[in-house]
């Protein structure tokens, strides 16, 4: 295998790569772009390592993890798996140069896809819960935005207090998704996180 990179994917490598994931080679539980860029934050943001074997298989199929794409019908597979792993390494820098950004932002310039980034994030959390359950009990109210965009029970929460509709409260919201994400990083990083350091080499 090729060293990987953090070298961020183009416009054309993020569309290749959107492309493949929303394509019928893939399961119909496949991540799209968006939701797969939430669910590698969360992924690079887990205190400790998680082999790559066992988190990729919830990109291909996030309700089970049992789904593969049918990579028979595909002739670049390895091109599109090293896409996935140069974007986890680019979040990675991000994060630790404190420059995160979400890539709904970049792609749409406004919030648009917000909640498909935190549906993401939250997979990763509810899939490798015994990893997080001690920082969800520390730090509940970094998740809380999260949680409100990216579950059933935060939509729920929404609707039921009338501000499900309520444009500037979304993005109030959104901001601090944005905002709570390196706050995370610090947290888990002070706590002696293993994984808040790595690349896939």
């Not at 996030?62 to 798996?81: R, T």
């Not at 991000?94 to 979400?102: K, M, Q, T």
């Not at 994030?121 to 001690?134: E, G, I, L, P, S």
């Not at 920082?135 to 990216?150: A, R």
Request: contains cysteine; aromatic residues 12%; negative net charge.
């Amino acid at each position: 295998m090729n060293k990987k990179t953090s070298k961020p994917l183009s416009d054309d490598e993020q569309d290749e790569l959107d492309e493949f994931l929303l394509s019928d080679t893939t399961p119909i539980s496949c991540m799209d772009l968006i939701v797969l860029d939430g669910f590698l934050t969360g992924i690079a943001l887990t205190p400790d390592i998680i082999s790559q074997d066992e988190w990729i298989k919830w990109v291909w199929d996030m309700d089970e993890g049992k789904e593969i794409p049918d990579f028979n019908n595909y002739d670049k597979p390895d091109k599109v798996v090293d896409y996935i792993f140069r974007h986890y390494n680019y979040i990675v820098k991000l994060l630790r140069n404190g420059d995160f950004e979400p890539i709904y932002i970049s792609i749409n310039d406004d919030y648009y896809g917000s909640t498909s980034w935190c549906e993401g994030f939250m997979v990763c959390v509810t899939k490798f819960k015994d990893q997080w359950k001690t920082i969800l009990k520390d730090k509940p109210d970094l998740f809380e935005p999260i949680v409100l965009l990216g579950t059933e029970k935060g939509q729920e929460i929404l609707d039921d207090s009338g501000n499900g509709d309520d444009i500037n409260y979304i993005d109030e919201i959104n901001d601090r998704v944005c905002e709570v994400v390196p706050e995370l990083y610090k947290h888990i990083k002070n706590k002696g996180g293993s994984n808040v350091y790595q690349m896939i080499h």
